[in-house]
């Protein structure tokens, strides 16, 4: 099973709602990951947490609130967003000799 | 650094056409390479990797060696299929973090 599922495929939400986007890895994978992605971009790295600690926070703003409640387990919490935030939200996971990452289908996400 | 640049796209091919999309790497250390595949409206797939020089990555017919003397991960293919259209991702791996090129775009017509 090489599957990261990621919760909801579709978010519209407006600039004062409070949502969050979840993500799940049942492969023992102990690094995870979340993306931003804009159209027709590569990935921008956000968080990543290692044995569900964070260890890299790439300078995101405080309104993009990351947990990691277990092992197999990754949310992203959103509040008071602007539309510019609106993009496709990817989870990855990783671990092991090879340490290949592993993504998830995506949230998309709309910013009224 | 670490970065990894891909040419530029889009790319637009014939059904068994011969692909080729070049990427270059630029790392401090010893990578991995990996090719990542996005089709549209979903997330990003391995499509293939290396792990060391002289490696060569294969998987669904599309193919990349790792070159450090040119420090390269080309990614080619012998004939493409119209299934073969998504955006092609390179990206090198150093320690806990992803480089990822800035993806070209390919459309094989019928």
């Known amino acids: 099973d090489t599957e990261v599922t990621q919760t909801p495929k579709h978010l519209v939400m407006g600039m004062t709602n409070k949502k969050s986007l979840k993500c799940e890895q049942h492969?023992?994978?102990?690094?995870m990951y979340w993306y931003k992605q804009k159209a027709k971009k590569p990935p921008e790295l956000m968080f990543v947490?290692?044995?569900?600690?964070?260890?890299i926070n790439e300078s995101v703003p405080s309104r993009f609130s990351p947990e990691c409640p277990n092992s197999s387990l990754l949310n992203l919490h959103l509040h008071a967003l602007q539309p510019e935030d609106s993009a496709l939200y990817l989870c990855?996971?990783?671990?092991?000799?090879?340490?290949?990452?592993?993504f998830g289908a995506g949230t998309r996400l709309s910013v009224l | 650094g670490n970065s990894v640049t891909q040419m530029e796209g889009p790319v637009t091919l014939s059904e068994e056409a011969f692909l080729t999309i070049n990427c270059t790497y630029t790392?401090?250390?010893?990578?991995?390479l990996f090719w990542y595949v996005q089709y549209p409206g979903e997330g990003l797939q391995l499509l293939l990797k290396?792990?060391?020089?002289?490696d060569k990555g294969s998987n669904k017919g599309f193919e990349a060696t790792y070159r450090k003397e040119t420090t390269s991960f080309h990614l080619e293919k012998g004939s493409v299929q119209v299934s073969d259209s998504a955006v092609y991702f390179c990206?090198?791996?150093?320690?806990?973090?992803?480089?990822f090129g800035t993806g070209t775009s390919l459309t094989v017509i019928p």
């Open positions: 990855a996971s990783a671990w092991g000799a090879e340490n290949i990452q592993y």
């Open positions: 492969m023992g994978h102990r690094a």
């Open positions: 947490y290692s044995y569900e600690k964070l260890s």
């Open positions: 790392a401090t250390g010893y990578p991995s």
């Open positions: 290396a792990t060391k020089a002289d």
């Open positions: 990206a090198l791996k150093d320690g806990n973090q992803f480089y």
